[in-house]
């Protein structure tokens, strides 16, 4: 039987056919049949016909469409990532300063694949509503980029690689998260990354926001999901700044703008790594996106290693870009 699928507005033709085909299976369940038709012989017709137009869909994506499928909410989340690739997870919480911050998944583990140690952090939205509001919808606080500078500390002290899954819409942009320092603790965490002599992989799996998310960004190696967006401002902010209202019309010229999508972060080099998503979508094959995932994760790790002199490396390669 079909498995139930949310289907974004632009999949609509993927969504006709998709139901068409969970009637039919229904159908055939409870034994009906179609006078001079092989239910079976048109369910297949019928999922060929999905993956075609699913196939053809995806090919030329808008990125006002890439950010609907950033932002899907049956995408791995960071959770997800630890759990399938990471063995021997120990989980780390607070900061030692003011509490813990449930957004910032904090922890040391192993890599499942090569059993190599390594420390862990993930900016997590939450899959049900309670985790949602626990998780503050994937947006940190000060005190989730403080205890991240914790486990950097701690990557740095015992010379494990640190891999970091970003996943957010920003930064809290709350009164209580300045009057903590939000903007001094996101500062704090470019500066400790500029500066960590230990090898540091960034994974921006579904949102990369604002400083919310360069915090967790400033990698030797920065990679990001295919349908995965990384950006300075969110297209709603920067339409309402630009054309002081956020409209369908204006969101979507935004998203263009911006150049928020991953083929056009590779093109000005602002990543170094592209990792292909199955058609349709993160969510549509975790199994074979958490495969994807491991394998960058893999490779990354065995070239960085080998540079010598990793922190100039680091810095040169940020200070570079935009000049």
């Known amino acids: 039987m079909t498995q139930d699928r949310q289907f974004l507005d632009f999949e ?3 969504a006709d056919i998709h139901a068409r085909i969970t009637e039919l299976e229904t159908m055939h369940a409870a034994g009906e049949t179609i006078p001079e038709k092989d239910i079976e012989a048109e369910i297949e017709r019928l999922k060929v016909k999905e993956a075609r137009v ?4 995806f090919r030329s994506l808008t990125p006002h469409q890439t950010v609907q499928i950033a ?18 997870f120990i989980p780390l919480a607070g900061d030692r300063l003011f509490g813990e911050d449930e957004a910032v998944i904090a922890g040391i583990g192993k890599l499942k694949a090569t059993g190599q140690a390594i420390a862990i952090l993930g900016i997590d939205k939450g899959k049900t509503t309670s985790q949602r509001m626990a998780r503050n919808f994937g947006m940190p606080k000060p005190e989730g980029y ?10 740095e002290k015992f010379q494990l690689p640190l891999i970091c899954f970003v996943d957010t819409p920003g930064a809290y942009p709350g009164v209580e998260a300045e009057a903590r320092g939000q903007g001094e ?24 926001g604002s400083g919310g998310a360069l915090a967790f960004s400033v990698a030797d190696k920065v990679m ?9 401002i969110s297209p709603e902010g920067c339409a309402s700044i630009l054309w002081k209202e ?19 972060l590779d093109k000005l080099g602002i990543v170094d790594n592209v990792i292909k998503e199955p058609v349709g979508g993160a969510h549509r094959d975790q199994t074979l996106t958490l495969e994807r995932v491991e394998t960058a994760i893999q490779a990354a790790i ?7 002199d990793r922190l100039n490396h680091r810095r040169d390669k940020f200070l570079a870009m935009g000049a």
Do not use: F, W
Request: hydrophobic residues 45%; contains cysteine.
């Open 12 to 14: 609509r033709p993927i």
């Open 54 to 57: 699913s196939r053809l869909l």
């Open 71 to 88: 932002r899907h909410p049956d995408r791995p989340h960071a959770c997800d990532y630890i759990k399938n690739l990471i063995t021997d």
């Open 146 to 155: 403080r205890k991240g500078q914790r486990i950097m500390a701690m990557a």
């Open 185 to 208: 603790a996101i500062a704090m965490c470019i500066e400790k990354l500029l500066c960590l002599n230990t090898p540091v992989v960034s994974i921006i799996t579904g949102e990369g």
């Open 224 to 232: 990001m999901l295919e349908n995965s967006i990384y950006s300075v």
């Open 246 to 264: 956020a409209t369908k019309d204006t969101i979507a010229k935004a998203s263009d703008a911006l150049k928020l999508t991953a083929k056009d």
């Open 302 to 308: 065995a070239e960085i290693l080998p540079i010598k």
